[in-house]
Each structure stands twice: as C-alpha cells, then as structure tokens.
C-alpha cells in the first residue's frame, strides 16, 4: 500500500533521447508536484497540478513536459536528454495546502 | 518570495547525545515551516510541520522543533540521537497563501557516531 509510487526508480539513457518518468499517489489528494534534487541534494519543485490543472511552472525548460491524466497521476516527460538533466526526480502529492506533502521514493536519472 | 538557510551542511554527533539542526527562513508574509528526513537512497519523509498554535511541535522519531517568529528560526531537536538517525535532513517553507510552493533549505547531513 505505497502512498506515491515513481517508475522506473533508475533511468540510465544517452543525451538527445525522449524519456517519461510515471507518478501514481493513492492517497486521494488533489495536488500533486514534481522537485529535482541535483548532485549537491538541493531541492527545486518544477511543476504542480490541482485536480489536472497546472498551477506552478517554475522557470522549466520547455523539454519538460508535464502530463495529469487524472488526480491521481501526473507523469513528466522530458525530450532531447541533456546532460544537465541527470538528477533525482521526486514526485510529490499533497491534499489542499497545508498538510505537508508526501515524496515518492524519487527516480535517479543519469544522462550519458 | 520566501528562502531558508539551514546554517549546518554536516553535523556530526555521538550516540545519545543531544543534537540541533539550525534553520532560518526569509519571509514577507506568514509562512508554514517544515522539516524532512531523506534517509540514503530513500524519499523525503515529514518529520514535523508548524501551520498555526503552539510553538513548539513534536514530530515522529522523538524530533520537535520551535518557531520562533521574531528570530524567524525553526531549529529541529532531537534530546538523544541513535545511529538510524543517520540521514539528510531539509528545512523547507510555504507561505500561507500559495502553499503549493515549497521551498527548501539546502540540507543538513547528520551523521551519528558510536
């Protein structure tokens, strides 16, 4: 009974490939969030969705896409792999604002 | 716009010592303060949230944390570490109108010693 699922947890591919990482929460909440943490472990939210709508675009290229297909889903694919885009990839959800979001176990993407 | 700074990159702590992980935050507006455990390999998990009331909030694993608004501070404590303890721990803030923004520090790794 995981809370928020990612697949696949690790995602080694060459630079200029198209690859999606999927997001799954079970929770029922109605907000759900993607974060990069970077090599130094810092944290930087990209994208929210509220009941499918996007809400935040944090200044993402625009290779970044991010798609809801439900609540309860939000996937993000990302075309033209850079180099720069190895990181660890976190899914987040969260009900309403205020209670605290829940991570995902994060997908570590590595760019050759 | 809101910022933290977690003052510690590393701390290093004994066993069943006390420990205090350090966080500041930058705000103009009334915030919501959280911190997160990231054990290696693993996701994020709450430890603890301050939203509104009391000060002092106590969280899972024995850890609270205090806000203090006139020092803007939200340092984590922790009266006596063990060595699963060990793990990557965030400071992050939302302001109270667009809380979907989460903002983290940079992180602070604890390491327990024997």
């Known amino acids: 009974d995981t809370a928020v699922s990612q697949t696949p947890k690790y995602l080694v591919t060459q630079m200029g490939n198209d690859k999606s990482i999927k997001c799954e929460q079970n929770?029922?909440?109605?907000?759900m969030y993607w974060y990069k943490q970077d090599s130094k472990k810092f944290l930087k939210i990209m994208f929210s969705y509220n009941n499918k709508e996007l809400i935040i675009n944090e200044t993402v290229p625009n290779r970044f896409s991010p798609k809801s297909p439900d609540k309860a889903h939000l996937n993000l694919h990302i075309n033209s792999l850079e180099l720069g885009d190895s990181a660890v990839y976190f899914c987040?959800?969260?009900?309403?604002?205020?209670?605290?979001?829940?991570f995902g176990p994060g997908t570590r993407l590595t760019v050759l | 716009a809101q910022s933290v700074t977690q003052l510690d990159s590393q701390v290093p702590v004994f066993e069943e010592a006390p420990v205090e992980l350090r966080c500041n935050y930058s705000?103009?507006?009334?915030?919501?303060l959280f911190w997160y455990v990231q054990y290696p390999n693993q996701g994020l998990q709450l430890l603890l949230k301050y939203l509104s009331g009391s000060t002092l909030v106590k969280g899972i694993n024995g850890f609270e944390a205090e806000f203090n608004k006139s020092q803007t501070s939200f340092h984590l404590r922790k009266p006596s570490v063990h060595i699963s303890d060990t793990a990557e721990y965030f400071c992050?803030?939302?302001?109270?109108?667009?809380?979907?923004?989460?903002?983290f520090g940079q992180g602070t790794r604890l390491t327990i010693n024997p």
């Open positions: 705000s103009s507006v009334s915030v919501y």
């Open positions: 929770l029922g909440h109605d907000t």
């Open positions: 987040a959800s969260s009900q309403a604002t205020r209670g605290g979001k829940f």
């Open positions: 992050a803030v939302s302001d109270v109108q667009g809380a979907q923004k989460l903002v």
